[in-house]
């Protein structure tokens, strides 16, 4: 007689509900894939990783993955376009936009594609970007029309000026902008 222990489920046999992989259908494999593609668009090699968890079949994932495809269900085209759409909405510019889209498995030519097809214009999204962090108002620090200031509060009011200008661009190329897209902004 088997003891309990010997009874218990081992983690890798554990079926799509459990935690581990499993083997399964492609009729699982594609209800899987369904859920996940209904949530949001996703690149093939992102839905293959998140499938490859929970199924064993590595070939039968990717024959499911090419049938999905065929049936255009799941189009790295689309979502390269759905990825870019979202991150220009979000005031990201082309170089953080680029790599993100290379950290998520899309094809350069499918990133080529979606910019041609979207066609972004990367001032004004470098412009909305820039005010929605710093304000309509683009002057980094107006010059008060006060006394006239010593040389010693002048050398000060430039040295502040020019840190709130490095923070500004610092901010600009963290958001994937290029100097050309925002340098513009930047002027006094």
């Known amino acids: ?3 309990m222990s010997d009874q218990s489920i081992h983690p890798d046999t554990q079926g799509p509900a459990g935690r581990g992989p499993a083997a399964a259908s492609a ?3 594609r209800s899987a894939a369904m859920d996940l593609l209904a949530r949001r668009e996703h690149a093939r090699s992102e839905l293959q990783t998140k499938l490859q968890r929970r199924f064993d079949d590595a070939a039968l994932v990717s024959r499911v ?3 999905l495809a065929a049936e255009n269900l799941q189009s790295d085209a689309r979502y390269a376009e759905s990825l870019l759409r979202q991150r220009l909405d979000r005031g990201y510019g082309p170089v953080r936009i680029r790599q993100e889209m290379r950290e ?3 094809a350069q030519e499918r990133m080529l594609a979606a910019l041609e097809a979207v ?4 001032y004004e999204a470098a412009t909305l970007a820039f005010q929605r962090k710093f ?3 683009c002057a980094l620090q107006p010059e008060d029309p006060g006394e006239s200031p010593s040389c010693h509060s002048r050398r000060e009011a430039q040295q502040l000026r020019l840190k709130e200008k490095a923070r500004r661009m610092r901010f600009m190329q963290y958001r994937g902008f290029l100097p050309e897209h925002f340098r513009h902004l930047l002027e006094d």
């Open 104 to 106: 998520r498995g899309v």
């Open 1 to 3: 007689m088997a003891s």
């Open 65 to 67: 993955l090419d049938d």
């Open 27 to 29: 009729a699982d494999i």
């Open 135 to 137: 304000g309509p108002a």
């Open 119 to 122: 066609d972004p214009d990367w």
